[in-house]
């Protein structure tokens, strides 16, 4: 049977292409978000923190595959928010996952859950959870994907985590607006470290490949030709990556 999938968080950035690329691939897709953008493809609008919506959107939806990207942008929220939806939302996406036998759940993390602002190259999925986090955002990242985690195997419920670093391309709202601020307030004569610095940023298409790729591998029922369930990837862009 082909899945049903709802993507959590789909009126955002990452999740308009994860939705988009499913739905011309001809699959049966609907969004939840607590903002409507697009009216293309089914739109259920609710706040994933409400577990009582979120348990009726699957069910009526008879969803098979839960993709949740939803987050408060990382640098917009009260720390209280990012506990609310990153930790509680979560929960109640994989409670209600859980009991009504959803078989697969994609949750988008950060690769900031590694990260205590010294320097880290080549380092891969064996790298732990930095014990300083930069902000309270990762400190929920960190619960969320345990959350996951965990419930992995639960129910017959098979669940993956990725870990994007910047992600940019069309459609964004956070990265170009940011970039215009500092250079509109005249913030530009500025040198961070020796000018040698690397950073990770990923193509939001690739992203969303990967969450697409991540959700096909998580075959329903849980089998050992399925070994993407209850791990985590790290994301980036290989060599060549294109809009
Ligand atoms: P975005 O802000 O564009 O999209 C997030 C979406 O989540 C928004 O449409 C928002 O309305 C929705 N949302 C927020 N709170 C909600 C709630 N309580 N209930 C339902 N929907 C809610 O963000 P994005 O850049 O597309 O990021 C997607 C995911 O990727 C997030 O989990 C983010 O933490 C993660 N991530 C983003 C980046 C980046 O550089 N943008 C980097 C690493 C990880």
Redo the contacts with the bound molecule.
Sequence with gaps: MPDVYLV?????????YIAKQLHDRGDNVSV????Q?YDDIPFHQ?????EQLVFSVLRKCGVTCVI???????K?AAPA?FW???VD?TKALITASVQLGVGKFV??????VVFDGSDLQNVDESHPYTRKTLDV?MDT?IQAERIVLEANGNNGLATVVL??????GP?????IAGLYSTYMTGRTHIQIGNNKNLTD??A?VN?ADAHILAADRLNAPISPDAPVHGQVFFITNDDAWYF
């Design positions: 959590v968080g789909g009126s955002g950035l990452l999740g308009r939840l978000d607590i903002v953008r609710g706040d994933i923190c409400d949740h990207c939803a987050s408060p942008q990382a917009s928010l609310k939806v990153n939302g949750y988008t993390s950060s690769s900031g955002y990242k870990r994007p670093s910047r992600i940019f459609g964004d709202r956070q990265i940023w990923t939001v992203v």
